[in-house]
């Protein structure tokens, strides 16, 4: 294809806030960005930038152009992933930063021992891009618009409960009255919702204290500072070893962990991962007497 770098440093450019930022991530100079925008021009006998003060900004075929470079270069990005992968068997999969942490990473091993095959784990909650970002498949919960054109495979339906270190239990002396109640700001509802099915009154007047992440709310959990309401895939190996323990028992949140994958046919390995998953979460679900809880 002929200018195919000039159509390269176009792409950049447009999705840079200037020509310096695009000759920084090319390793180039601004005046070698400036050239090849200018090589492009001509073939194409078409303006793609305009200046106003010391700014560029897209023109109108400009901004056209820009859509067909995105998916052509993405389209790139995806067909190299593949044939890294033809010679290299590996799945990248993205994963719910705190599922990830607490349950699927120390389970990957096991996966590793049962097939042999190696899986790329990558971390973030939410809508998600698989295909063209090389992902091929993620962990959700399903706590936001799901899209309508990715395949949807249930996990396990969430259960959740307080948790608390027993010595934290022990030292509010088993009274939720005097707990410290612990959020995390991507669930800043939980205990308000939970209190509402157990408790049927306000918690305002408890002491609270918010996290960034999850994952710090459960070990500030089982450092003792307080309590918060646990995920039971989050929770279930620190209940196993008596980190921690769950008073009040485990209900379902309404909420359920997915399994999004692209609408097409699973290759072999994406089978086996999935196979596997389905079956190592839909075992992790509380007991009866876990979910009941029990009084002290």
Request: charge should be neutral; aromatic fraction near 10%; hydrophobic fraction near 35%.
């Amino acid at each position: 294809m002929r200018h195919l770098k000039a159509f390269h440093v176009f792409h950049v450019a447009a999705t840079s806030s200037s020509y310096s930022e695009a000759a920084t991530k090319l390793h180039i100079t601004h005046g070698a960005v400036s050239k090849q925008i200018k090589v492009l021009e001509n073939y194409l006998s078409l303006p793609l930038f305009y200046k106003q003060g010391r700014n560029v900004y897209l023109t109108q075929e400009g901004e056209l152009l820009k859509s067909y470079t995105k998916q052509a270069f993405e389209a790139l990005e995806s067909g190299v992933n593949k044939l890294i992968q033809v010679n290299n068997p590996c799945i990248d999969v993205s994963c719910e930063p705190t599922l990830a942490m607490r349950w699927l990473m120390p389970r990957l091993s096991d996966f590793h021992m049962a097939s042999g095959e190696d899986v790329r784990l990558s971390t973030a909650g939410g809508p998600v891009k698989l295909g063209v970002t090389g992902l091929s498949l993620a962990i959700r919960r399903d706590d936001f618009e799901l899209p309508h054109d990715y395949k949807q495979v249930k996990l396990v339906d969430e259960w959740v409960g307080p948790v608390f270190s027993p010595e934290y239990w022990h030292q509010v002396k088993n009274d939720l009255s005097k707990v410290k109640l612990l959020h995390s700001q991507t669930r800043p509802q939980a205990w308000e919702c939970w209190s509402s099915r157990h408790v049927g009154s306000s918690l305002s007047s408890h002491t609270h204290h918010t996290f960034a992440h999850f994952y710090f709310c459960f070990q500030a959990v089982v450092d003792g500072l307080g309590a918060a309401i646990g995920s039971y895939p989050l929770v279930v190996d620190d209940l196993k070893r008596g980190n921690l323990i769950a008073p009040f028992g485990f209900d379902l949140s309404g909420h359920r962990y997915i399994l999004l994958s692209q609408e097409r046919t699973p290759d072999a390995l994406e089978k086996k991962f999935t196979d596997w998953l389905q079956n190592s979460l839909w075992q992790c679900v509380p007991t009866k007497d876990e979910r009941d809880g029990f009084s002290d």
